[in-house]
């Protein structure tokens, strides 16, 4: 409901508007006696207040002497006063208005004279005359509504704006303590004038602030205020200095734009004020209509926050505030509750602190559209195979440069892998001939023969021996059989049977009494993912070459608690959906030097002493472009680049000897590779993306911190890589961290 008062001369209008369109309108005669009591209450008000109202009137108080007791006459002023007041609004000609008034609980009011408007409407007690004993409260609002009420924003915390004022003869600490009590409620900045800052910067600095990007939910000011009916009033903010509403009218309207819902002046004489303010579209305004002494309006103050803090809204806190001092101060300040009023838009939903939920606390980080789109683009580069390789290609690249400046090469713990390598060249100047295009085992018989002498405990064969060869056969049994005797173990490469999946191609009978099969080939991109322990077509015990070699050389190093090393069911889970989540790499960025020590099999046949050699494993492998009895060119892949950064002549293909020596050697030294998936650090790098434009919100000067972060993950994920076997991925977190800063709009104020 809505009750417009007019004055006209000595008439007053009264119309009620409710429902939109249904109204009540009355006539009363406005008696001077009113205007008269009034005058007379506020003369005696402002004699018992006289010391330190935050007002700036140029008043001429008239100091009677001491023996007047101005707080009986202030009361006896007030009783005249509200009484020929109450009983000027109970007159028959109201009767119908008010009647209709109780069925309401809230009614609006608009006065349009300065007679008027300085009456105390809130002391009006409507109802009671009906039996009603439902409280009515009385909210101003302000004649002309010329802009649409401020519209709420969403915060995990309020913000307050503070503006202290000109403190000369007032003391602003209990301002400061009620305020600094409200910090767990919500962000309080606090701005106003200090010695050392000149005037000019003081102004932009409040315009400034008002303005700021971020927005504001309650503007506070404290300090001395004054009306002025054409700048709409004006606040002292410095000594000597007043900045009036007009002149940072612009800046409150954007405030509101950007959520300023309630402002609350703690100083004298704030009608004008508060109807400049609802007038740019503030949901609500308190103001002191009268000038009012320091300690009341610390009083009113500290329990105004009080209640609004417990849950009040800003017409209730307002409310229990003013009843507070009628009740309980009533002695100590007479008077003090009628001065307080209340304005607000009609339409405006009460003032209220936001009450942290789960959707408020998640609010700030919702990802604004450019942050969707860079998150997306990033995460689904992150899950395409092709491009893992390529990254994983690219990270131990970066990997072996890191290794290599810090001088932090692995050290194996046993002797390096004699990796004897038959090719082309040796096939020429030793005159061997392909056997159906096999290699001729009278030739495999002579190496394994050499490679007795050696060290070596256990001899790994990388080549398909599952066809007779009845020139050779015999002589590679023998020099099989010699080896054994002599205490060495051998493992020949098997690979899966294609047509028959529960079957394998392994080594003949023949040879294979002699030792165990290892499956020959390997997971997916052969030069990156290592094969795992129970990862075969067909679920059988045959385990991967490289870990056969191993178990016959140090069964300790297969260790069932390692998780590296046997299939993990989030790794099979992630192959449901083409994943190959912590799949274990093999490590290139190791110097070939420290994995294997390679020797082509005619210089090895041609060495006067082999016994000198102590490698613990030996493998014998096809090199260049001798097959090992597959189909031609399956047993060579890309060189990774990490590989060809420490070998920058080696060839652009890399056989699967080479990938067996490398996992030898991982397996033994127990540095399987634990690759973090990168959509995980991509979602990770979204949240701390997010979480760091939140705290920069904050701080907007510190920008430039941002970058360090991925600058500094970066490096501790290469020292993370040599010093646990954890490969974090970086590239495309990183991109996702800079994107959130990249796709923020800059902190600016207007």
């Not at 390529?390 to 890191?402: E, G, K, N, S």
């Not at 005159?431 to 002498?453: C, F, P, S």
């Not at 080549?463 to 050779?472: C, I, S």
Request: with cysteine.
């Amino acid at each position: 409901m809505l009750l417009k008062i007019w004055r006209v001369e000595q008439t007053c209008l009264f119309e009620l508007v409710w429902n939109e369109s249904q109204t009540l309108s009355a006539k009363l005669i406005y008696p001077e006696t009113l205007t008269t009591l009034y005058q007379t209450w506020q003369s005696t008000y402002l004699q018992f207040y006289r010391s330190t109202l935050r007002a700036r009137l140029g008043l001429v108080l008239n100091i009677q002497q001491p023996e007047i007791d101005w707080r009986t006459r202030l009361v006896q002023a007030e009783a005249a006063f509200l009484a020929e007041f109450h009983y000027w609004l109970n007159s028959a000609e109201l009767l119908e208005i008010r009647r209709e008034i109780t069925k309401t609980s809230i009614l609006y009011l608009r006065c349009d004279s300065p007679e008027v408007v300085k009456l105390p409407w809130e002391s009006w007690q409507i109802g009671s005359e009906f039996g009603s004993s439902q409280p009515i409260q009385i909210i101003r609002t302000s004649l002309a509504l010329c802009a649409e009420q401020a519209k709420p924003i969403d915060r995990a915390k309020n913000r307050i704006l503070v503006i202290l004022g000109d403190e000369s003869g007032l003391n602003f600490e209990a301002e400061r303590a009620a305020l600094q009590q409200l910090n767990h409620r919500a962000e309080i900045h606090l701005i106003g004038w200090q010695p050392e800052v000149r005037t000019p910067e003081l102004l932009q600095q409040i315009r400034n602030a008002i303005a700021d990007l971020k927005g504001w939910d309650i503007l506070f000011f404290a300090g001395h205020s004054n009306e002025s009916t054409l700048t709409g009033g004006e606040l002292g903010i410095a000594p000597n200095t007043s900045i009036l509403i007009s002149e940072i009218a612009p800046q409150l309207k954007i405030a509101q734009e950007r959520g300023l819902q309630f402002a609350i002046f703690n100083s004298c004489n704030g009608l004008s004020i508060a109807e400049s303010l609802i007038n740019l579209g503030l949901n609500q305004v308190v103001v002191m209509r009268e000038p009012i002494r320091d300690d009341v309006a610390k009083d009113f103050l500290l329990h105004f926050l009080r209640y609004l803090s417990n849950h009040q809204n800003a017409q209730e806190a307002t409310l229990s505030a003013c009843q507070f001092l009628k009740l309980e101060k009533n002695l100590t300040y007479p008077s003090a509750y009628l001065i307080p009023s209340l304005f607000s838009h009609p339409q405006a939903k009460p003032f209220q602190f936001a009450t942290s939920t789960w959707k408020t606390r998640l609010k700030p980080w919702k990802p604004q559209c450019l942050e969707a789109i860079a998150v997306s683009i990033f995460a689904s580069l992150s899950v395409l195979l092709p491009v893992q390789s390529a990254l994983i290609d690219q990270r131990q690249f970066v990997q072996a440069i890191y290794r290599q400046i810090t001088n932090q090469s692995i050290q194996p713990q046993s002797s390096p892998v004699l990796l004897v390598q038959i090719n082309e060249e040796s096939l020429q100047k030793d005159k061997v001939t392909m056997v159906e295009q096999n290699l001729d085992r009278q030739y495999l018989a002579k190496v394994i023969d050499r490679v007795t002498q050696s060290e070596s405990s256990v001899i790994g064969i990388n080549y398909l021996l599952f066809r007779h060869q009845p020139t050779g056969d015999r002589a590679l049994e023998t020099s099989l059989s010699t080896a054994i005797q002599s205490g060495k173990q051998f493992v020949f490469a098997a690979t899966p049977d294609l047509q028959s999946k529960q079957s394998w191609i392994t080594a003949l009978p023949d040879f294979k009494q002699f030792g165990s099969s290892g499956d020959m080939d390997l997971l997916g991109d052969p030069a990156f993912y290592a094969r795992v322990i129970g990862d075969t077509l067909t679920q059988s015990e045959v385990l991967p070459f490289a870990y056969e070699v191993v178990r016959s050389c140090n069964p300790q190093a297969l260790d069932r608690r390692d998780p590296r090393l046997y299939f993990q069911p989030i790794t099979q889970f992630s192959a449901l959906f083409g994943q190959t989540w912590l799949h274990p790499l093999i490590d290139y960025s190791i110097p070939p030097s420290q994995v294997y020590e390679a020797i082509p099999s005619w210089k090895l046949l041609r060495d006067q002493d082999t016994t000198q050699r102590t490698n613990a494993i030996s493998l014998i492998v096809p090199d260049g472009q001798i097959d090992a009895g597959v189909t031609p060119g399956e047993d060579y892949f890309i060189s990774p680049l990490a590989f060809k950064f420490w070998q920058p002549t080696a060839s652009a293909k890399t056989s699967s000897g080479t990938i067996h020596a490398y996992l030898v050697h991982s397996l033994l030294n127990r540095r399987m590779l634990l690759p973090i998936p990168d959509l995980w650090i991509v979602i990770i790098a979204a949240i701390a993306g997010k979480a760091t434009i939140i705290l920069l919100t904050q701080r907007p000067h510190q920008q430039k911190w941002f970058f360090i972060v991925p600058v500094g993950y970066s490096l501790a994920s290469l020292q993370f890589y040599i010093s646990y076997s954890v490969l974090l991925p970086f590239l495309l977190p990183a991109l996702t961290y800079l994107a959130f800063l990249l796709t923020t709009k800059p902190q600016s104020n207007d």
